[in-house]
């Protein structure tokens, strides 16, 4: 089965910065690969989605880029606020079979 | 349009004990997925329910059941707890496929097992 591996487990930025959290996937197959935001005591939420005919995407200071070779993808969050801090959670999926497989989650913390 | 919605929010229980937990989904949403949410495992997949048919299944003991209603409605139900059950339990829906469209999640559950 799918297995997608998050990186890093803890980052630590000053407001202002770059925030980049890469994945990897296991599977070829997979062809969509969503990113979730999820805040302290709060559900989790999409914040963008890619598929596999795309190779970049961006929404204002959110980009996620993909490397279907390499079979890697990454967020990159621009000009980075306090209200940013959060968990962050990829995944990945092969849409024909359906089954959203996500990473270990990335704990953002953005010092103002 | 109403979100996810999941009942109860907390729950504690006692080893041996069972539980249900409940899920409406986003109307007009006919998939509903459950995950487990824990600090060291992150959110792992427990099952999908399509149409009222199980359409996917994770890597749990058969202790995790679950069903769909025709109105998309979910339960999961766990039997025998244990304390390795301890966790957030999260539902989501999406329109299409668990892995094909947005999944919008639920507040969730938070099982305590003493």
């Known amino acids: 089965g799918e297995n997608v591996e998050q990186h890093p487990s803890t980052l630590s930025v000053q407001e202002g910065d770059s925030a980049v959290i890469k994945c990897t996937y296991s599977?070829?197959?997979?062809?969509?690969f969503p990113w979730y935001k999820q805040e302290l005591g709060k559900r989790p939420q999409l914040i963008i989605d890619?598929?596999?005919?795309?190779g970049e995407k961006k929404d204002q200071r959110i980009a996620v880029t993909l490397n279907k070779t390499a079979k890697h993808f990454s967020l990159h969050i621009t000009e980075t606020q306090p209200e940013d801090s959060a968990v962050y959670f990829c995944?990945?999926?092969?849409?024909?079979?359906?089954?959203?497989?996500f990473g270990q989650g990335t704990i953002l913390t953005v010092h103002p | 349009k109403a979100g996810v919605t999941q009942t109860p929010r907390y729950l504690i229980k006692t080893r041996g004990q069972q539980v249900t937990l409940s899920c409406s989904p986003i109307?007009?949403?006919?998939?509903v997925s459950w995950y487990q949410q824990t600090p060291g495992q992150g959110l792992q997949f427990l099952f999908e329910?399509?149409?009222?048919?199980?359409?996917n299944k994770g890597n749990f003991p058969g202790r995790f059941s679950g069903r769909q209603f025709s109105n998309s409605r979910s339960e999961m139900n766990v039997s025998t707890l244990e304390l390795g059950d301890s966790a957030l339990y999260l539902c989501?829906?999406?329109?299409?496929?668990?892995?094909?469209?947005?999944?919008?999640f639920g507040d969730g559950t938070r099982l305590s097992i003493l």
């Open positions: 995944a990945a999926s092969d849409t024909s079979y359906g089954k959203l497989t």
């Open positions: 109307s007009g949403h006919r998939s």
């Open positions: 329910y399509f149409s009222e048919t199980q359409r």
């Open positions: 599977d070829s197959a997979s062809n969509y």
């Open positions: 890619i598929r596999s005919n795309v």
């Open positions: 989501a829906s999406s329109l299409g496929y668990s892995g094909a469209q947005p999944q919008h």
